[in-house]
Antibody
Framework: EVQLVESGGALVQPGGSLRLSCVAS????????MNWVRQAPGKGLEWISF????????YYAESVEGRFTISRDNARNTLFLQMNSLRVDDTAVYYC????????????WGQGTLVTVSS | DVVMTQSPLSLSVTLGQPASISCRSS???????????LNWFQQRPGQSPRRLIY???YRDSGVPDRFSGSGSGTDFTLKIARVETEDIGVYYC????????FGQGTRLEIK
């Protein structure tokens, strides 16, 4: 069974940092590109970052470019999102989602982890 | 950036009746490989999103055949042949041809 399990969400002050993790199981992690998608409370979905199977190329949405860094460790089946200079409008549930090499974008999603940025 | 526009934003449907959601992109979604990377997702209340349809019309494993996707170029449609209670939620289209962009979402409720 495919599983993506995010962790690391917390309450953090504006300007602070946080590192999210997403542990994958049930499939060959290294064969899949990965993404982070977020959803602000009561709002829609926003894609924020992509990383290829071999960590290059990497892409970011304009809203997080220069503040967030995506990375992966294929040996540990883990995806990361380092978030710096956090702002109140970064408050959201953060999901990791895989890109199947066969069927494409966002075929599997994790359960999400909540990041709250507030003073 | 490619903008994805869904309509309607809210849909109230009688059980057993059909439903249709439109998604329009601001640019053609035909990629250089000739494929169209348009997907549909369902998000039930309190749950993570789940992909229903990929590349316009391919149903994901386990998705009931009452769900179907169609369209080309810039205009796409998700249809539910007969709405059931478990279909309540928000539906999103998403393009993966030019980076990745979601539509605003369409909330489906039972009348």
């Amino acid at each position: 069974e495919v599983q993506l399990v995010e962790s690391g969400g917390a309450l953090v002050q504006p300007g602070g940092s946080l590192r999210l993790s997403c542990v994958a199981s049930g499939f060959t992690f290294g064969d899949f590109a990965m993404n982070w998608v977020r959803q602000a409370p009561g709002k829609g979905l926003e894609w924020i970052s992509f990383i290829s199977r071999v960590s290059s190329p990497i892409y970011y949405a304009e809203s997080v470019e220069g503040r967030f860094t995506i990375s992966r460790d294929n040996a540990r089946n883990t995806l990361f999102l380092q978030m710096n200079s956090l702002r109140v409008d970064d408050t959201a549930v953060y999901y990791c989602a895989s890109d199947s090499p066969v069927s494409g974008h966002f075929d599997y999603w994790g359960q999400g982890t909540l990041v709250t940025v507030s003073s | 950036d490619v903008v994805m526009t869904q309509s309607p934003l809210s849909l109230s449907v009688t059980l057993g009746q059909p439903a249709s959601i439109s998604c329009r992109s601001s640019e053609s979604l035909v990629y250089s490989d000739g494929k169209v990377y348009l997907n549909w997702f369902q998000q039930r209340p309190g749950q993570s999103p789940r992909r229903l349809i990929y590349k316009v019309s391919y149903r994901d494993s386990g998705v009931p055949d009452r769900f179907s996707g169609s369209g080309s170029g810039t205009d796409f449609t998700l249809k539910i042949a007969r709405v059931e209670t478990e279909d309540i939620g928000v539906y999103y289209c998403m393009q993966g041809t030019h980076s990745r962009t979601f539509g605003q979402g369409t909330r489906l409720e039972i009348k």
